[in-house]
């Protein structure tokens, strides 16, 4: 009998229906880690099938959940995050949330893999985007600092887990005082560091969210991350 040949490349999956799903694949190409990474932009439940992980990227949440629904995809993704780990920016972190306010009116879509309320466009308008240096726990060289760009970006509201879950684990807060004048302080003495929304990335389980734009960034210290710290765990365990 052959030895049983050990896999070399790992297969992450970008959802490429609408958004910013092509600046994920460039920075992926520049990810080095111990094994290969084969992107496969996904458009139906056969090209999921083919993945190990997913990103699901920023762009406009209600679209990407109407056009995933349109592509039967969104119940393979509900059961994809099951098992496997995903990574949502902005937009993509909104439809991995478990719950979201200000939704548009009839309702919004979310596959509810991260146990925490998300407000869409929480920060304000287009106009109120803004970018600020973020401090990440477990990025590689995390004493250098990774740029943050939030375009319409959701707020974390409230964390939602229960004892069953796996844990959440924070790994980069806003400081508020680095909020834009339009935006901050968070409230009247700016002073609880534990405020829900001022929670950018966090992790649970498998699963990284994040509520700004790595991929618009020359870094791709968030990609390796999540090869690294998510993806290859899953596959080994
Ligand atoms: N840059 C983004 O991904 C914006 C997200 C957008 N506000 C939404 O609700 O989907």
Known sequence: MQPACPRQDVTVGILALQGAFAEHQVMFQKVSAK???VIVLVRTPEDLDKCDALVI????STTIALLARLAGLLEPLAQFLKTKPVWGTCA??????SAVENAKKGGQEVLGGVSVKIARNGWGSQVESFEV???VEGLRESNRAFHGIFIRAP??????????????QVISRISSSLLPASIGPLDEDDTDPRDP??????RQGKHLLTTFHPELTKDNRFHEYF???CV??????
Not at 57 to 60: A, D, R, S, T
Not at 92 to 97: D, N, V
Request: hydrophobic share 45%; glycine share 6%; proline share 11%.
């Open 35 to 37: 094994r290969k990474v």
């Open 57 to 60: 990227p920023g762009g406009e």
């Open 92 to 97: 993509g972190a909104i439809l991995l949330s």
């Open 133 to 135: 240096p973020l401090e």
């Open 155 to 168: 707020v974390v509201m409230d964390l939602t887990q229960s004892l069953t879950e796996p844990p959440i």
């Open 197 to 202: 929304r001022t929670i950018v990335a966090l």
């Open 227 to 229: 090869i690294v710290e």
């Open 232 to 237: 290859l765990p899953t596959l080994l365990s």
